[in-house]
């Protein structure tokens, strides 16, 4: 299948997909591509998440106002404009396989949402990311305010949408938001592979257990039963045996 804002690719178990709209900007064909594309993961069992130029200048704000303008004012007609990008976002952290976002260059307002929603996050020196919504008169609805406070707190997450002024890349990674920084693009997308294809050889149950207790942010004692529940269903005296060689 073709896809106009995206572009997937396959190396053995690790898929790569990369934002190829102009400066990975989102509009309204590139929402619906997004669950369609995930599709055809197959039997992948990690994924990289890239841009091209630069990760992403955001929402297409100009390619999307003709489908937003007319819902203003109607709560029902704009939240189901905006289901429509929940979903697309929702998806990544849906996936039973762990995400690697590989940030070079800007990541703005909706590309920061969508990164928030990853598993793992990893830029190059160059990266800049903002959630500069605010400044446009709109508050942050992607789930940018509602992910990023389990990532860098919330006084750290209101810094970054009150002001919507930008951070480097250092910042991100002392906030927390990036956990490695490297020193290049070419730095970056190498690290990437190999944190994926380290990730794919592991035992995918497993994987995707852990990434369900993180994803689900259940209160504790809940968090604690399904973490066993799910032991109990998926762990195997197999596995267990080659865990203890």
Known sequence: MTFQNVNLTHAGEVATLTLTSK???MGPTFW???PRVLTELGGARALILRGQDLFSAGLDVRASAPVIAPTLGDPGAFAAVVAEMHDAIDAFAALPIPVIAAVHGWCIG???ELISACDIRVASADARFSLPEVKLGITADLGGLQRLPHLIGTGRTAHLALTGDPIDAQTAERWGLITELLPSTDALFERANALATGLAALPPRAVEGTKRTLQDR???AQSLDQAVRWNA???TADGL????K
Do not use: R, T, W
């Open 23 to 25: 400066k990975g900007s």
């Open 32 to 34: 619906p591509e997004i």
């Open 110 to 112: 909706a590309g920061l």
């Open 218 to 220: 259940l209160p504790h």
């Open 233 to 235: 269903q998926h762990m």
């Open 241 to 244: 045996a080659q865990a203890l």
